[in-house]
């Protein structure tokens, strides 16, 4: 299956600890998205990534957060000093923008659920 | 952050049923997608709308950009069991700076035995 796997699935940390996701897009998508969902609410945007470079940080990313996509490849989603106000849901999507034909279609992985004690 | 007006946020229909759910906004949009999300799952890939005006079916699932770019509605015909989820609406912007979706606030349907 090619479609965007995330790593871990679920992660349960202490506040104050450092945690960090990985996402691998669909192998040919040039950009990747990150988003955060909590309870009951719809996915929001935190920032995303056209090939390495990072195009637009949403302000719901705090100085805590910090993204990277070295290679233009995967992507890793570092959150500092964790806070309970962390726990939710973060969701990684990619696309192929650029291509003749291509629609820049976003499509999701299966998400890290955070849990911050 | 913003979030699009989807209504109904809950629908309790039998099996065999017909649904309808649609999402409005207050701003334009160049693309409507309809994604369905399970619990513990990220959101699926139902429907993309490219066009005001266009509708657009897969399978039994029937979606419609509205001629106003601010508004989509899906319908689900003869409903089953695993049409159980969260559906989201979500819209994109124009150009270039607005690839980023702004997602709806959900409708989850329940089907009733």
């Known amino acids: 299956d090619t479609g965007v796997s995330q790593d871990p699935r679920h992660k349960i940390t202490k506040r104050g600890q450092n945690v960090t996701f990985r996402c691998d897009p669909i192998s040919e998508h040039n950009r990747l998205y990150w988003y955060r969902q909590t309870l009951g609410q719809g996915p929001e945007f935190l920032t995303y990534f056209q090939n390495e470079a990072q195009l637009e940080k949403s302000r719901l990313l705090s100085d805590r957060f910090s993204a990277e996509r070295p290679k233009g490849s995967f992507s890793t989603l570092e959150i500092q000093r964790t806070e309970q106000g962390d726990s939710a849901m973060y969701l990684c999507a990619s696309s192929l923008a650029g291509s003749l034909g291509s629609t820049d279609t976003q499509y999701f992985g299966p998400g890290t659920r955070l849990t911050v004690l | 952050g913003q979030q699009l007006n989807q209504s109904p946020q809950s629908m309790f229909i039998q099996e065999g049923e017909d649904v309808s759910m649609n999402c409005t906004s207050s701003s334009i949009f160049n693309t409507w997608l309809w994604y369905k999300q399970d619990p513990g799952e990220g959101p699926v890939l139902l429907i993309a709308?490219?066009?005001?005006?266009e509708l657009t079916s897969n399978g039994r699932l029937t979606a419609q950009f509205g001629i106003t770019r601010k508004d989509s509605f899906l319908n689900i015909s003869a409903s089953i069991p695993s049409d159980v989820g969260i559906y989201f609406c979500a819209g994109r912007g124009f150009g270039v700076g607005n690839e980023k979706l702004t997602f709806g606030t959900g409708t989850r349907l329940t089907i009733i035995p």
């Open positions: 709308l490219y066009k005001a005006g």
